[in-house]
């Protein structure tokens, strides 16, 4: 197989020391804020999570409730402004620059736009991540993205440029690039965006297949998503985000019962605000502005 020498390559990497049981991820009451005074907006005001390996979590709210920041202090590309932050059983905040950099090289991140380098073809965007890994040989590399974009349904794209992709293709492709070093952590913000609800589908699925094709790795996968017919397509588990705070937590029927029939008199706010936005409603508990 041709990964067999860029999975040898993993093994080998420098990786953070004494890693700890428990989750893959976790955030323990992290508090991150932007702007001062009048201007101060707080997406995250307090908020713990623990992630399991192997899970599908899928993290939903309204605009601007904090779910692409908290991606961006996963990769420790923001700091929490109090609270702490585990990365495969580490603190974020105990590593010094290599450790960090070692440990960003676990993980993938698929971008809203797919982020493809529009100067390069499709297949040298997939080969992109293996050369920074230090892999030298190039009829692997080529062969490796060669099936990494087989596997995301586009054969035969290699000499393509970018912008002779569509939208959709682009994020297939950008998966592809993901994929290309089998990372333990995938983290996807707002995979579907922009996109018609049939290709959206189609992407949810891709998550899927892609999940079960790297399920002996036992791969985590994190998604940012507005859409609940993705997130109930996708995820084991879901949490919704608003005020800063956790306001649901639990898998995708939990959601799916909210969101239809009638709430009981006595329903709580949290049951409310998670119908509210299920049922993509105007009225209730969560403030819009518009």
């Known amino acids: 197989m041709p990964e067999d020498g860029l999975e040898a390559k993993a093994a080998d990497r420098a990786r953070p020391p004494a890693e700890t049981a428990g989750g893959v991820i976790s955030l323990d009451d992290v508090y991150k804020s932007f702007g001062s005074g009048e201007r101060r907006v707080a997406p ?3 908020v713990s999570l623990s992630v399991e390996p192997g899970m599908k979590l899928v993290i939903i709210g309204p605009s601007g409730t904090g779910k692409s920041v908290m991606l961006r202090l996963i990769l420790g590309l923001l700091e929490p402004d109090r609270g702490e932050i585990r990365v495969f059983g ?18 993938a ?9 529009d100067s390069m073809t499709v297949g040298e965007n997939v080969i992109f991540p293996m050369r920074a890994m230090g892999e ?3 009829e692997r590399m080529r062969a490796v993205a060669s ?9 035969g794209t290699e000499d393509k440029m970018p912008s002779e992709l569509s939208g959709g293709m682009r994020k297939r492709a950008a998966l592809a690039r993901s994929m290309a ?8 913000d707002e995979p579907t965006t922009g996109l018609d609800p049939v290709t959206s589908d189609a992407i949810a699925d891709l998550i899927n297949s892609t999940h079960a094709a790297l399920a002996g790795a036992n791969i ?7 859409d609940m017919r993705v997130a109930g397509k996708v995820a084991d588990r879901i949490v919704m985000l608003y005020g800063g705070k956790i306001v649901g937590d639990g898998p995708p029927e939990m959601f799916e019962r909210l969101g239809s029939g009638t709430l009981p008199d006595g329903a ?10 299920v049922r993509g409603e105007a009225d209730g508990p969560i403030r819009t502005v518009v």
């Open 220 to 226: 985590t996968s994190i998604a940012v998503t507005h």
């Open 268 to 277: 709580s706010e949290m049951d409310r605000m998670i119908r509210q936005f």
């Open 44 to 46: 995250l005001a307090g």
């Open 181 to 188: 070093c089998r990372p333990e952590v995938i983290l996807y």
């Open 90 to 107: 580490r603190p974020l905040g105990s590593l010094n620059r290599y450790e960090l950099q070692a440990t960003r090289k676990r993980i």
């Open 136 to 138: 030298r040989d190039e």
């Open 147 to 155: 099936e990494r974009l087989r596997q995301v349904g586009l054969p």
């Open 109 to 117: 991140m698929l971008f809203q736009g797919g982020a493809l380098f």
